[in-house]
């Protein structure tokens, strides 16, 4: 694209669509280097983010989790010891990162004079941030206490940092703020995990908080739940629920948003439907799609009007409050349905989920941006905290398709992990957290984990070794 705007225009629009269905299959690619085949190379003489991973994903065919599991029905699973076969290699932190992906929907957002507008755009940027999780079945390694990830990205006027804060409770910490001063995003959360026999539900808890600076504006929400079925047999399949509220502390909007549960014959699954309200509460746009393929937004009486003429859908939209998810369902069958949205008239495209690689399949359903959070860039090390997860040794060798040593130094870093434990409480000594600290959260008045400043002035000589 020659300008922003063009780029913004291309990817999310806020342009009417008058067509009938969209398929995931014809969404806009965000940049055309993401998507091409290969591995780092150098194009022109300048270098290019690699497109694929060192090595395919093995087969989990052979690995039975069932041992393991048995015995952790309803139980927390955080304190639980997983195979290394079961992950993907990519800590937490980096999979937390992947709420960047779309980071073009903030700066569209922050380019907007209407707070209604700026809400829609904030709406589709909150669902984008969870759909990298569709397929995703691997569990990202545990992060260490202490452990961090950077993620700069110039070309896209960002850059991250996140630690991890807490180990009994599992609590990441993250800050990303625009390079031009134009936005800040931060949070932490606790991923709650429980095992229900044939799937696994994971709450994570924590705030989410956007924001724009330019626009004195902050907005905050919790991520919806997440639940990963047929963990002991039959083929892993993914769904998010729950509602979830972005609130803007400055105007008093609020979009309420429904993830919906599959229900019974899996008419539901993925779809996302809500509202934007304003101050004294009248609905100003209805949003609706799926979070794994895109995202609209129309007039409430445009919405009510076709919804009245279309029988069938004021039907299924009765059923949100009559069923759940994980625990309910009579089988973890994965629902035949088309995955396609249909397109009110009038309609306008807030955003539209970015194509994976053909290869997305034997790279643990990694995207295109998954695939590049794991690269040592050309001169990256000498830059990074020691404590990078880059640096991890069993999440590289993982990666490198060597299971054998992935396991063993996972092993390793864990006892390590426990002996350094061990040897805090015998002097009596706290951990000290070293980019974040335990705070207020300004807006929301909850407990949270707040940046200190400084990660990105280079000085990590203070860094603990844990790897």
Known sequence: MNSEEEFYDAETGLESDDSCEVSYKDAVVFDSKHV???SSTQENGVWQRRKTLPAEMISRNNFSVWSILKK?????????AMPVEFNEPLSFLQRMSEYMEHTHLIHKACSLSDSI????????????????QWERTGKPFNPLLGETYELTREDEGYRLIAEQVSHHPPISAFHAQSLKQEFEFHG????????????????????MTLELLKHKEAYTWMNPMCCVHNIILGKLWIEQ???????????GEKCVLHFKPCGMFGKELHKVEGHIQDKSKKKRRVIYGKWTECIYSVDPKVYDAYKKADKKASSDSKKLKQEHSCES???????????TVTVIPGSALLWRITPRPAHSAQMYNFTSFAMTLNELEPGMERLLAPTDCRLRPDIRAME??????????????????????RERSKDEEEWSTRWFQQGTNPHTGAEDWLYTGGY??????DCPSIY
């Not at 629920?241 to 105007?251: A, K, L, Q």
């Open 400 to 421: 490198n398709g060597d299971m054998d040593s992935a396991s063993t130094e996972k092993e390793r870093l864990e006892e390590k992990q426990r002996a350094a434990r």
């Open 329 to 339: 369902e009579d089988a973890d069958e994965l629902p035949d349905v088309q995955e």
């Open 241 to 251: 629920y729950g509602t979830v509220e972005i609130v803007n502390h400055s105007t």
């Open 117 to 132: 507008d700026r809400m829609q755009v904030v709406a589709a940027f909150a669902v984008s941030a969870v759909a990298s």
């Open 36 to 38: 091409a085949e290969g």
């Open 188 to 207: 932490s959360i606790y991923p709650k995990l429980k095992f229900w026999g044939k799937s696994v539900e994971a709450e994570p808890k924590g705030t």
């Open 456 to 461: 990105f002035d280079r000085n990590h000589s």
């Open 72 to 80: 952790c029905i309803g139980m927390e699973l955080s304190k639980i």
